[in-house]
């Protein structure tokens, strides 16, 4: 099954489905179900409030940190749609649910590792005193967990790479849907679920992420510095290109056939000169000239 069917290792033995809404954020009102009588029922029910909702199959095999379920908020900069060019932030915001991890329950603290919903669970009784009391971690301090579980190269070897295989394909399938505007740009924020055999799942990407106000010491410094390092990209290099980008990557820059060096030497595909006989002029001359070579035809009605 597993070779016919690549993302069957996803499923686990649960069948567990996660139900969002289409119309909310941060969170709110999302259920999970394991069953389609479940399903169907909350959709029935919310079909009369013209609510619609994506439904995915809920990863049961994630990685998990001192048992807990964490998720991956990495930052993207778009500063170009046509040709598509794509900047990475070389850091991220690791994010814990506050219980244990189990599937014996659906409760939104232990499956919801977004920071509104964790909020709730903050001053709640920790069951696991290793994870961080404010259940965020920077990328450092999960290379540092990598490497206390033998995994020391995992970060750069096989998280990041598929981190930035998943966002690449991702915008080159909705390129076609993108505004071309010129001197735009747009700050994203991607959710990642990493799963316990190290491969990495994109969940949703989001327009405006969270960047105010800081909910822990690692968002109060991190915050901060996506911003900055966001107008260093858009601002310092339109003047001068060897200025600093901060902590943002270019990892996809989309090649334009019709601009500079595409054809191995400088080309120009521009046609000059100027119209030796109008439009119409020409129009009436090709006409002439099939009526030289075409005989007229006379359709003579059948009888019947």
Known sequence: M???????????????????????SLGRGILLKSSLKGILSKIHQTTKECMQYVIQKYIE?????HKT???????????????????????????????????????????????????????TVKQNAQIPSELHWNLQKFKEYLKTTNRESAWERVIEPGIKQNLIGALLASQENMVNRKNSFQLYGADFLIMDDLSVWLIE???????????????????????????????????????????????????????????????????????????????????????????TLTVIPRRK
């Open 2 to 24: 597993t070779r016919r069917r690549p993302q069957s290792h996803i499923d686990g033995m649960r069948n567990v489905w996660i139900l969002k809404p289409g119309d909310k």
């Open 61 to 65: 095999r994630p990685l998990l940190v």
């Open 69 to 123: 379920k964490v998720d991956v908020r990495q930052w993207f900069l778009i500063t170009s749609t046509q040709p598509l060019i794509v900047w990475m932030y070389k850091d991220i915001l690791l994010r814990f649910a506050s219980k244990d991890f189990t599937l014996k329950s659906f409760h939104e603290s232990i499956h919801l590792c977004n920071t509104t919903v964790q909020l709730k669970y903050r001053k």
């Open 205 to 295: 990407i989001n327009t405006n992420p969270r960047l105010h106000p800081p909910s822990s010491s690692v968002t109060e410094k991190l915050y901060p510095e996506v911003i900055e390092d966001t107008m260093k990209v858009i601002l310092d290099r339109r003047k001068n290109k060897k200025a600093t980008r901060g902590k943002f990557e270019c990892i996809f820059k989309q090649r334009n056939p019709f601009h500079g060096h595409a054809f191995g030497k400088a080309a120009s595909l521009g046609i000059r000169g100027k119209a030796l006989i109008s439009t119409q002029g020409l129009l009436r001359k090709q006409a002439d000239k099939l009526h030289d070579i075409v005989p």
